[in-house]
Nanobody, 125 residues
Framework: QVQLVESGGGLVQPGGSLRLSCAASGFPSNSYAITWFRQAPGKEREGVSCISSRDGTTLYADSVKDRFIISRDTTKNTVSLQMNNLKPEDTGVYYC??????????????????WGQGTQVTVSS
């Protein structure tokens, strides 16, 4: 059974940093993508960042490039999302997901994923 446990959300001022973590287990393949999505109030859910288990390649939404860094610890089966220079528009519930790669690569595909419970990130002064 797939399990995803997220941690690290909270309240931070604009310009601050937060680190989200996702502990994943039970996926029935060694080839998968860990993808973070977020959903702000009144907005559609959107992809934020993805990392491939196959080769560690990453994908970022344009809105977070150069501010967010996704990384993995293969010994602990955890993925972290370091979020720097946070902006109010980064506010939302962040979800960790696990699922198959798309043609061997990361992609912001929401179907065929297992989802974590979500963690709230609020950027406000």
């Amino acid at each position: 059974q797939v399990q995803l446990v997220e941690s690290g959300g909270g309240l931070v001022q604009p310009g601050g940093s937060l680190r989200l973590s996702c502990a994943a287990s039970g996926f029935p393949s060694n080839s998968y993508a860990i993808t973070w999505f977020r959903q702000a109030p009144g907005k559609e859910r959107e992809g934020v960042s993805c990392i491939s288990s196959r080769d560690g390649t990453t994908l970022y939404a344009d809105s977070v490039k150069d501010r967010f860094i996704i990384s993995r610890d293969t010994t602990k089966n955890t993925v972290s999302l370091q979020m720097n220079n946070l902006k109010p528009e980064d506010t939302g519930v962040y979800y960790c997901t696990i699922g198959p790669l798309v043609f061997g690569r990361c992609a912001f595909v929401q179907s065929f994923r297992s989802w974590g419970q979500g963690t709230q990130v609020t950027v406000s002064s």
